[in-house]
């Protein structure tokens, strides 16, 4: 367990908190930083009480007993905070953390999603905005935590696959009085692993439209649970893009090895290396107005980039061809309807394929980290071919 974690990010949300559930194998070192944070807390340690619990820690083997944990603190409190950092659980099971009111959904879906997972391996107030890539024998994470909601925040790393997961320390992305780093995306391009983030000054927020994004490369470090970054870009454009600063792009890499950049429907940039300036292969405006998402996801020989419209949250899509020269051929909107979800929003930040379903990674309403399941054959029954193509 890393207790790195629980002074630098959970100790201010931990100053609020009254009643304090803590189920541990070993709780007197959690116990002993808890009171660090809030000496005046009442603590139930790995035993029943009769107080509405207002955040929970959960650190136990046993799958079942964190669900039925999670089923009576639901009951006691919308509001519940829940985590659990050990994984010492099997991951395609793993619990809804945090539970939020958005964890009704799960009960309430609609076509197209087949599945709802939350998930959150540490606490702050708000886990949120989960990127995605595959890497060695699972899946690279990469999230956004923060006591703010908008900014002040950090990005946290972790490493699952079918044994469990673990906790990645990076020191290089976590806020403090004069930084904050937000919605990371991750992508693979020559054999490497990046990730892309805004990084903001929240004490210079009038900076915050004209700091585009920035990308890391990043070694991935699983033994001793760390990420280290080895190389930093801000790249370079050398002049105003046309539809304005945006900060969600999709990146992915082309046959011959290129970095492609979609950043906006139908708008797409070329580098050939970070250092350069990019190339603008495309300004084809598209007919719906989408922005943002994930890294594009090759699929059937096409690109898959899965975003979102900026008014109504809705879930979209573009598809281009994947070549070094990418055309776009079809476009969906409306795939996922904010309005059936009472308002709900997923805002999408990873994308996997895996056989016929696509693992969407994003944030559930800005609360909570989630992963959704989506019939591919379904989608792409979805898709509008683009009038000027072929």
Same mark, same amino acid.
């Given at each position: 367990m890393e207790h790195h974690f629980i002074d630098t990010l959970m100790g201010k949300h931990l100053m609020t908190k009254q009643h304090i559930l803590v189920l541990d194998k070993y709780p007197d070192t959690v116990l002993k930083i808890f009171k660090k944070h809030n000496p005046e807390a009442t603590y139930t340690i790995n035993g029943p009480s009769n107080y509405q619990y207002d955040f929970a820690w959960i650190n136990l083997e046993d799958q079942k007993i964190i669900?039925?944990?999670?089923?009576?603190?639901?009951?006691q409190s919308q509001n519940i905070s829940i985590l659990s950092p050990s994984f010492k659980i099997q991951i395609p099971n793993y619990y809804a953390l945090p539970v939020?009111?958005?964890?009704?959904?799960?009960?309430?879906?609609?076509?197209?999603?087949?599945?709802?997972?939350?998930?959150?391996?540490?606490?702050?107030?708000?886990?949120?905005? $989960? *990127?995605?890539?595959?890497?060695?024998?699972g899946i690279l994470h990469a999230f956004r935590v923060s006591n703010t909601?908008?900014?002040q925040s950090s990005i946290i790393f972790a490493f699952i696959n079918s044994t469990g997961a673990n906790l990645l320390h990076c020191q290089n992305y976590h806020q403090d009085n004069d930084n904050s780093y937000e919605d990371p995306r991750l992508f693979q391009w020559n054999n490497k692993i990046y990730v892309m983030?805004?990084?903001?000054?929240?004490?210079q927020l009038a900076k915050y439209t004209k700091l585009l994004l920035k990308i890391d490369e990043i070694n991935i470090d699983i033994e001793h649970s760390q990420?280290?970054?080895?190389?930093? @870009?801000?790249?370079?454009?050398?002049k105003n893009l046309e539809i304005g600063p945006e900060k969600n792009w999709s990146f992915w890499e082309s046959p011959s090895g290129k970095l492609i950049c979609q950043y906006s429907p139908g708008h797409l940039l070329e580098w050939t290396t970070l250092e350069s300036t990019p190339r603008e292969l495309s300004n084809t405006p598209l007919p719906y107005n989408l922005r943002g998402g994930a890294p594009g996801m090759i699929y &059937?020989?096409?690109?898959?980039?899965?975003?979102?419209?900026?008014?109504? $949250? &809705?879930?979209?899509?573009?598809? @281009?061809? &994947?070549?070094?020269?990418?055309?776009?051929?079809?476009?969906?909107?409306?795939i996922i309807k904010e309005s059936d979800y009472e308002g709900a929003f997923f805002y999408v930040c990873g994308a996997?394929?895996?056989?016929?379903?696509?693992?969407?990674? *994003? *944030? $559930?309403?800005?609360?909570?980290?989630?992963?959704?399941e989506l019939d591919a054959d379904d989608i792409d029954s979805k898709i509008e071919r683009l009038p000027f193509t072929s």
């Open positions: 669900e039925n944990v999670g089923n009576l603190l639901l009951q939020t009111q958005a964890l009704s959904l799960t009960i309430q879906l609609k076509s197209p999603i087949k599945k709802i997972q939350f998930f959150s391996p540490v606490l702050q107030p708000y886990n949120f905005n $989960m *990127g995605s890539v595959p890497y060695s024998d909601k908008w900014h983030y805004v990084h903001i000054n929240p004490y990420v280290t970054t080895s190389c930093s @870009y801000t790249p370079p454009f050398n &059937n020989d096409k690109v898959y980039c899965f975003c979102h419209s900026p008014n109504t $949250m &809705n879930l979209g899509l573009v598809v @281009y061809t &994947n070549t070094d020269n990418p055309t776009p051929i079809g476009i969906a909107k409306d996997i394929i895996d056989g016929k379903t696509w693992r969407l990674t *994003g *944030g $559930m309403t800005d609360a909570a980290c989630a992963i959704i």
